[in-house]
T-cell receptor, first 107, second 112 residues
Framework: GIQVEQSPPDLILQEGANSTLRCNFSDSVNNLQWFHQNPWGQLINLFYIPSGTKQNGRLSATTVATERYSLLYISSSQTTDSGVYFCAATGFQKLVFGTGTRLLVSP | KAGVTQTPRYLIKTRGQQVTLSCSPISGHRSVSWYQQTPGQGLQFLFEYFSETQRNKGNFPGRFSGRQFSNSRSEMNVSTLELGDSALYLC???????????FGPGTRLTVT
């Protein structure tokens, strides 16, 4: 089945810094999503991006399906960006999640 | 449009008891999936329902079961609770023909 790996596992930034989170997946996928898990546990949809590039404010994502990776860019980070970021790929009618990147943005 | 809702949000049970969690998908969504999140195992797929039929099941014991109703609402049941069942249980819904999934706030289950 599909395997999803994320790096780095932990990231500490000063407010205002930029960062890149990486997601590698083992097989061709129909869906690639990025989520931010808030402190209460809810997974917030950031991007649905099986291929190409999308931007939403300070966040952008790029998926290169042929090379089986996706990148999430966070620019001008804020303390509210702290939390865990997950990427997930669709296997057979289910999402397969990576282990997440824990981001801490300090003021 | 209202998001995915899950009830209850928090639950404390004793070993050996059973529990039922509920999930109401986004209006119009007919697919409902359940996931378990623990610190040790991360986010793991439990099962997926579409039009009242279970289409896929993860690698969990038979104590974990679910069902979906005609209005697409779904319930999952865990019988004979074990300490290791303590977790955040997340429900997601999706539209037919669309792979994007939307998650509810989760139910945090503690088994003592």
């Amino acid at each position: 089945g599909i395997q999803v790996e994320q790096s780095p596992p932990d990231l500490i930034l000063q407010e205002g810094a930029n960062s890149t989170l990486r997601c590698n997946f083992s097989d061709s996928v129909n869906n690639l999503q990025w989520f931010h898990q808030n402190p209460w546990g809810q997974l917030i949809n950031l991007f649905y991006i099986p291929s190409g590039t999308k931007q939403n404010g300070r966040l952008s994502a790029t998926t290169v399906a042929t090379e089986r990776y996706s990148l999430l860019y966070i620019s001008s980070s804020q303390t509210t960006d702290s939390g865990v970021y997950f990427c997930a790929a669709t296997g057979f009618q289910k999402l397969v999640f990576g282990t997440g990147t824990r981001l801490l943005v300090s003021p | 449009k209202a998001g995915v809702t899950q009830t209850p949000r928090y639950l404390i049970k004793t070993r050996g008891q059973q529990v039922t969690l509920s999930c109401s998908p986004i209006s119009g969504h007919r697919s409902v999936s359940w996931y378990q999140q623990t610190p040790g195992q991360g986010l793991q797929f439990l099962f997926e329902y579409f039009s009242e039929t279970q289409r896929n099941k993860g690698n969990f014991p038979g104590r974990f079961s679910g069902r979906q109703f005609s209005n697409s609402r779904s319930e999952m049941n865990v019988s004979t609770l074990e300490l290791g069942d303590s977790a955040l249980y997340l429900c997601a819904s999706g539209q037919p023909g669309d792979y994007e999934q939307y998650f509810g706030p989760g139910t945090r289950l503690t088994v003592t």
